[in-house]
């Protein structure tokens, strides 16, 4: 099992993350500059916050560099809320901000309409994208059933649109379209919703992309 290192963004609350990886029996740490980046490791950027806020501390802790070439190298990089937003190339929530770009698109704010209100905070369930082939590395078909079975918590305004639509793993129903709930491309895997706050069934999704 690979060690864990955890981006320590100092305006989110890190506590669920760190007792899912206690509870799961995960080594890990906190990734304070780029030379505690090992290939063997897998990083997780967790995070609410802006998008801003995010690119601009990582920029301060010499990470962006680090992380990209991580992600091209074939080292694991789980993206948690804002950190999934962060693999982006950009957000509406920050323009001119430019994010790690190791999956092309940018983040839009989510729209209300109807009974859907934002933020949208809450439990959603997800619907699995078929065509996202890279998925298929962690999770068997006979899964499948039971992800989109089971509730998520979600707290989030913005919602990611990305170039690669075969990248896209999960989606949540909204009343316009189906929008973005995860994304896989290869060895980078992100959740716009919180697994880490989802209970057992949560756990059991990061286990899958952390084993």
Request: overall charge negative; glycine content about 8%.
């Amino acid at each position: 099992m690979s060690v864990v290192k955890l981006v320590s963004f100092p305006f989110c609350n890190l506590r669920s993350v760190a007792r899912y990886l206690q509870v799961m029996g995960h080594e890990y740490s906190s990734l304070v500059d780029q030379a505690d980046i090992d290939i063997s490791d897998t990083v997780i950027l967790p995070g609410v916050g802006t998008f801003g806020e995010g690119m601009k501390y990582l920029s301060q802790q010499g990470l962006i560099q680090p992380l990209r070439k991580h992600a091209q190298e074939g080292g694991k990089i789980v993206g948690i809320c804002l950190g999934m937003q962060l693999l982006l190339s950009e957000s509406d929530e920050s323009p001119g901000i430019e994010g790690l770009s190791i999956v092309p698109g940018r983040c839009s704010r989510l729209l209300p309409k109807n009974n859907f209100a934002v933020p949208h905070i809450g439990w959603n369930n997800l619907v699995y994208n078929s065509k996202c082939i890279d998925a298929q590395l962690y999770i068997d078909s006979d899964q499948i059933e039971v992800i989109e079975s089971t509730d998520f918590y979600f707290v989030h305004s913005f919602v990611a649109k990305t170039d690669e639509k075969e990248s896209e793993m999960f989606h949540f129903r909204h009343p316009d379209a189906l929008q973005t709930a995860g994304l896989c491309k290869k060895n980078v895997i992100g959740f716009q919703f919180h697994p880490e706050k989802s209970g057992p069934s949560g756990y059991r999704l990061l286990e899958h992309f952390l084993r």
